[in-house]
């Protein structure tokens, strides 16, 4: 009934809604070619820590190339962090490692900067699930190199849903509150409409309250504020 998501595609979906193609690929090559020289690019970032790559544009493939702004609505949406490669705990596989091996070779630089788009528990635990593997590229532009794991799955998205920001878990408690309501009335007799309120009242205070602690003692945060 439901397909796992893959998602890179997922990506791609959010970007061609926003831009089509061939406008995506017309700016990105436009802003490269407004950017600074390769020299100047070079002797400016050589010494700091977040790397940039000014790759052969030729030997890219344009359906992986992502900027941040649809990395980050992917992310905020099935709730997933896109942190540095240094805080990701599973085990990277060999053809990950082969893919940057290959680039470096047809591109004749090393690279660096790595990113990866994966659910939080994988920056925490050895586990293994859908995760992204980027470079950066220029002007807040991501190369996809690799992806593994399972795709991710479709009730993720409903699920992390209430997560985004205050004003969804608002609306998720005010309707859990209303449902809730309405079957404990149906265990009442001769209610009234001040006690469908009062009870109303009752169980939306009482939601809120649950949430706000669940979310403090765990540490939980919403997904616009990660």
């Known amino acids: 009934m439901f397909s796992e998501k ?24 436009e802003l490269l070619e407004s950017h600074e020289t390769k020299q100047d690019y070079i002797a400016k970032n050589i010494t700091t820590a977040k790397a940039e790559h000014a790759l052969h544009l030729g030997l890219l493939n344009p359906n992986q190339i992502f900027h941040i702004d649809d990395i980050q609505q992917i992310a905020r949406v099935f709730r997933l962090r896109f942190l540095d ?19 470096e070779e047809q591109h004749q630089t090393k690279l660096g900067g790595f990113k990866i788009l994966a659910p939080a528990k994988l920056l925490q635990l050895e586990s293994a699930e859908d995760p992204l593997l980027f470079i950066p590229l220029q002007n807040k532009y991501y190369y996809l190199i690799h992806k593994w794991g399972k795709d991710i799955k479709p009730y993720r998205k409903w699920l992390m849903w209430p997560m985004q920001t205050y004003k969804h878990m608002l609306v998720c408690v ?46 939980k945060n919403f997904s616009k504020n990660n």
């Open 6 to 29: 893959e998602l890179d595609k997922e990506i791609k979906a959010v970007r061609d809604a926003r831009i089509s193609e061939e406008d995506f690929i017309a700016s990105f090559y």
């Open 174 to 219: 005010l309707l859990a509150s209303i449902v809730l309501t309405l079957v404990l009335l149906l265990f009442i007799k001769n209610w009234t409409a001040q006690t469908a309120l009062l009870q109303f009242m009752y169980n939306f205070q009482a939601l809120i309250g649950l949430t706000a602690f669940y979310m403090i003692s765990f540490g």
């Open 85 to 103: 490669i240094k805080y990701f705990k599973a085990e990277i596989p060999t053809e990950a490692y082969q893919k940057i091996q290959d680039l």
